[in-house]
């Protein structure tokens, strides 16, 4: 079950990004709705709505979650580049997955996607040095910088498209 709940490991939190991990990872981000969009796009009805694992999310769920969640991860970069290392708020992922928007069309978030990850990535790469080092912090995980966000995020994109990929390897969709 862990290999179907995380197919590409856990996150871990790394000591130190260098500057050449966070390109990785905002290439990472520029690809993630493309990559979404030609896994997704030829799925029939039956097929989005067949959970990646026993107790999860359906392929739907999953692609309404990703832009909710980087909506969130993009407020709080510019929160962070704002503000003196803000407090954001956390929001229950598991409840925002059962609200009506999350069983509606795909195509909706796929747009949201890649329109989000356009403005991202736009001001991931006009960051300088020392704004990579500016922070935010969670109430249940801490401090983080923006670089340790940089990766969760990218980490996030690629652990939920192996949800939507590993499931159709699975069932031999094609």
């Not at 769920?61 to 956390?90: C, M, N, W």
């Not at 935010?136 to 949800?163: I, K, M, N």
Request: charged share 30%; aromatic share 10%; proline share 5%.
């Amino acid at each position: 079950m862990d290999k179907h709940r995380f197919p590409i490991g856990r996150f871990e939190w790394p000591e130190t990004i260098s500057a050449e991990k966070r390109k990785e990872c905002i290439r990472a981000l520029s690809k993630a709705p493309s990559l979404y969009r030609e896994e997704v796009e030829h799925l029939k009805k039956h097929q989005l709505d067949t959970p990646y694992r026993e107790g999860g999310w359906s392929i739907r769920q999953v692609v309404h979650h990703v832009p909710d969640s980087h909506l969130h991860g993009y407020i709080r970069f510019k929160q962070a580049l704002t503000e003196e290392s803000p407090e954001i708020k956390p929001y229950d992922q598991m409840a925002w997955a059962e609200l009506m928007d999350s069983s509606g069309e795909i195509e909706v978030s796929l747009k949201l996607l890649e329109s989000l990850h356009q403005r991202w990535v736009l001001l991931l790469n006009e960051l300088q040095e020392n704004d990579w080092i500016r922070t935010f912090r969670h109430p249940e995980s801490g401090r983080s910088t923006l670089e340790e966000a940089v990766s969760l995020y990218a980490w996030h994109s690629r652990h939920h498209l192996a949800h939507i990929t590993s499931l159709k390897e699975r069932m031999e969709w094609r």
